[in-house]
């Protein structure tokens, strides 16, 4: 996904794009194959402009995700990281456990078996989520 696409889909949403917006929208452009927390948002946010706090940060993540436009998990169990969607299909991402690196499955491995599974149960699937962890080529060897 592009900036240029971000920033239309917030304006269809009727939301301004303010200079801290646009700050918030670049840094996670910067990181967009890895995930960031909100500490590390923050931080990255206030050396371009000192004014951003915390509540400026934890609304635009909102805003973001109730738009679809984010990708979260949790890292561990009292912290959530966040990426931007980098792709409209539904897939899944293999994190890396020491630079936090993140890259894309471009399919998903467990839709179809899961459909069967969850329709003997009676339910109708609407999410999911698979999470992977390993080392990616550059820390494997460290």
Do not use: W
Request: charged residues 20%; proline residues 3%; contains cysteine.
């Amino acid at each position: 996904m592009k900036i240029n696409s971000v920033i239309q889909k917030l304006k269809e949403n009727q939301c301004r794009i303010t200079p801290q917006r646009k700050i918030i929208l670049h840094i996670l452009f910067e990181h967009k194959d890895s995930l960031i927390t909100i500490d590390s948002l923050l931080a990255l946010c206030q050396k371009v402009n000192p004014a951003i706090n915390a509540t400026t940060i934890y609304r635009n993540i909102e805003l973001l995700d109730c738009l679809g436009l984010l990708y979260k998990t949790n890292i561990t169990r009292n912290t959530t990281a966040y990426k931007l969607i980098c792709a409209k299909h539904h897939h899944h991402h293999i994190t890396c456990l020491s630079c936090g690196k993140l890259v894309a499955i471009d399919f998903c491995p467990v839709t179809p078996s899961l459909d069967d599974l969850v329709s003997e149960k009676d339910f109708v699937l609407t999410d999911h989520q698979l999470e992977l962890y390993g080392y990616c080529g550059n820390c494997k060897e460290l």
